[in-house]
């Protein structure tokens, strides 16, 4: 792609979330989402592969539905109170469509089929902006109407997304299909957490992008796309490799990694709410998620493919790890002992 052309698309994904999340206005947010919703579609379609032009073609169009749907709740709000404020989201009818409007553009279940798709047809550096920046606008209209939403609606989606993303991800090949349903899972429980303690759920979206960040990046220093070349990653880049598996181990939550942090509080802050089965459900959720993260642990470290005994291997990667790379991958393995820092943030 052209240099300058990348260069505006990725000014106006800059100026496009900047504007939803400082905005109090409907119709600002709104905005804000459909600049980024037409900034990133030319990076998805930079290939012109006809996977990428599907997936461009299907974002779009779950995107401008989310963004009609919005529309259509911040006008009959408006209709009913006479009120464009974010925070003044009170009539019924409203809250349900913006909660479907916002699960569609981040891809909660019922609303996932077309998350996993547009990730398989994105390059690895899309996929990252795809699973991380693109949510962050949504995330922060979620956090804002939080008071308004339905808990009752908000918690069986976020059951649901948990479930479904640890249940589909468990028979995939493509290791972006399963960077989407962890994303799907992940989402759960951000949406679980979202009326109880909203603040919560941003620190957990954070930590859930610093780690994504950090394996997206590992991934694109190896070229690795799936598990085949995720086994033939040993013999090239044997320290990178070994790190992504505590990077993976870390998104999966286990503990003294960063991951452990967001569900270790989430789970603290739903007992504290006296909703025990609530925590226990979604705890359990987890482990299914779990076996696909050891998975891929497993085909990274410990499992190398078939090759004849004449065969040459590669030792040397052609790319190195950046600055960039190395920070996230150290603060996505060890914020855990930062943690009470983290919290004391206002």
């Not at 009120?83 to 909660?99: G, N, V």
């Not at 994303?183 to 610093?210: D, E, Q, R």
């Amino acid at each position: 792609m052209n240099p300058q052309a990348k260069l505006i698309f990725s000014m106006s994904l800059l100026l496009g979330t900047t504007i939803t999340i400082s905005s109090n206005h409907w119709i600002m947010a709104w905005t804000g989402l459909e600049i980024n919703t037409l900034a990133v579609l030319p990076l998805i379609s930079k290939s012109h592969h006809p996977r990428a032009i599907e997936a461009s073609t299907k974002y779009f169009l779950i995107q401008a539905t989310a963004s009609t749907l919005l529309l259509f709740s911040s006008m009959i709000n408006a209709w009913f109170t006479g009120q464009w404020d974010i925070t003044q989201l009170t009539h019924p009818l409203s809250c349900i469509l913006l909660t479907t409007a916002i699960s569609m553009k981040l891809g909660l279940v019922p609303f996932h089929f077309w998350f996993p798709e547009v990730l398989q047809g994105s390059s690895l550096m899309t996929s990252l902006l795809l699973a991380t920046v693109m949510k962050f606008p949504p995330t922060i209209l979620l956090f804002l109407a939080s008071p308004s939403l339905n808990p009752t609606l908000l918690s069986i989606m976020a059951i649901a997304s948990a479930a479904l993303g640890g249940w589909m991800g468990l028979n995939q090949t493509q290791i972006r299909k399963i960077m989407a349903f962890s994303s799907i899972s992940h989402l759960g429980w951000m949406a679980i957490i979202l009326i109880y303690n909203p603040k919560l759920t941003l620190i957990t979206f954070y930590l859930y992008s610093l780690t994504t960040a950090a394996i997206f990046l590992t991934l694109d220093t190896t070229n690795t796309m799936k598990l085949l070349t995720l086994m033939a990653a040993w013999s090239k880049t044997p320290s990178l490799t070994a790190t992504l598996m505590l990077i993976l181990l870390s998104l999966a939550g286990l503990p003294p990694l960063t991951g452990f942090l967001p569900k270790w509080l989430i789970i603290e802050e739903l007992t504290k709410q006296g909703l025990t089965a609530t925590a226990t459900i979604i705890a359990l959720l987890s482990l299914l998620g779990l076996f696909f993260y050891l998975r891929l642990a497993y085909c990274a470290t410990i499992t190398l493919p078939p090759n004849p005994a004449n065969h040459m291997k590669q030792w040397h990667s052609k790319k190195s790890v950046n600055t960039i790379t190395s920070t996230l991958i150290v603060l996505s393995i060890m914020l855990l002992p930062m943690s009470p820092t983290i919290l004391t943030i206002p």
